[in-house]
């Protein structure tokens, strides 16, 4: 009767893990669906702060993995303000000082523009199958949307985030939520996605 139990239940956890497909298979479907060799676009920050609520929007050129350029249109404080990264380098250029500096080594991590993105987070573009391993490790519903849930462990020195826990779209296979955890394990960031659209063929 053991025999045939231990048996059903080594053939039930085959079934189980045998359903969850492979999570590197799953991040170049990511890379694929999230990434352009060559893209143009304007977006919208909405930053939320004690004293009140401030919107920038910015227009971005980005060509492949390691370059970029982008200029801040509003408000009209920042407008001006451009950003350009070059591989591993970043330069901001402000032009009520008329002055261009690097950001490099630990003013990476600090804020952008006030906001929780740091500089280190703008810069992470790279592909996901570059920089990180993936394990499946279950299924969970977000946001009433079926997902994989994803283990991601970094593969590089230079990853900002050592962990993340991802929730992919079954249907779409995009990123819709991720927790970004530090070298300790800490929990740093989440970021959500709570709408998706198609514009064009992507």
């Known amino acids: ?12 956890c085959t079934f189980v893990f045998a359903e969850l497909p492979d999570g590197n298979e799953i991040l170049k479907q990511i890379d694929d669906n999230m990434y352009a060799k060559n893209m143009i676009s304007t977006s919208q920050m909405i930053v939320h702060g004690r004293r ?25 404080k920042d407008a001006g303000t451009k950003m350009l990264k070059l591989d591993d380098k970043l330069w901001i250029y402000n032009p009520s000082a008329d002055r261009t500096i690097q950001i490099s080594g630990h003013m990476l991590r600090q804020s952008m523009m ?6 280190e987070d703008m810069m992470e573009e790279n592909e996901l199958t570059e920089t990180y391993f993936a394990e499946t490790v279950g299924e969970e519903i977000f946001n009433d949307v079926s997902c994989w849930k994803l283990e991601l462990t970094a593969i590089t020195d230079d990853a900002p985030y050592k962990t993340k826990k991802v929730w992919i779209d079954k249907e779409k296979l995009i990123p819709i939520k991720e927790e970004r955890y530090g070298k300790s394990g800490k929990l740093l960031k989440t970021t959500e996605i709570l709408e998706v659209m198609q514009i064009d063929e992507r």
Request: net charge positive; charged share 25%; proline share 5%.
């Open 1 to 12: 009767m053991k025999k045939i139990l231990i048996f059903t239940l080594i053939l039930f």
């Open 52 to 76: 009140g609520s401030r919107t920038m929007k910015l227009k971005s050129w980005t060509e492949g993995d390691d370059r970029s350029f982008s200029e801040y249109l509003a408000p009209p």
């Open 114 to 119: 006030g906001s929780d993105i740091s500089y």
